[in-house]
């Protein structure tokens, strides 16, 4: 199992950037792993965010955040990251961040591990 623990929520305005972090087991070798990015707004379901293969930074993005997010990784420190540009109202969610083995994928059943979310509100 990955232990993930996020950082970097808050409280910004609309067209504003964030950048969240995911720190990831220390020592624990992610190279047959994805980690990824789901969120979740009041009152919905979880939905994929994005998500990066770690051994050849194969990624993979939500229609909703396409052009807007960005995520990136930090082989020496284990961390996943989450670039977020032109922040709108409607990306006001808690964001958790997730591991499992093998390729991306925007399933969120296929996802194994979870961190326990930082919150983000975007205010217009």
């Known amino acids: 199992q990955v232990q993930l623990v996020e950082s970097g929520g808050g409280l910004v305005q609309a067209g504003d950037s964030l950048r969240l972090s995911c720190a990831a087991s220390p020592r624990r070798n992610l190279g047959t792993y994805s980690l990824g990015w789901f969120r979740q707004a009041p009152g919905k379901g979880r939905e994929f965010v994005a998500a990066i293969k770690w051994s050849d930074d194969t990624t993979l993005y939500g229609n909703s955040v396409k052009g807007r997010f960005t995520v990136s990784r930090d082989n020496a420190k284990n961390t996943v990251y989450l670039q977020m540009n032109n922040l709108k109202p409607e990306d006001t969610a808690i964001y958790y961040c997730?591991?499992?083995?093998?390729?991306?994928?925007?399933?969120?059943?296929?996802?194994?591990?979870w961190g326990q979310g930082t919150r983000v509100t975007v205010s217009s």
């Open positions: 997730t591991a499992r083995l093998g390729v991306v994928t925007d399933y969120e059943t296929m996802w194994s591990d």
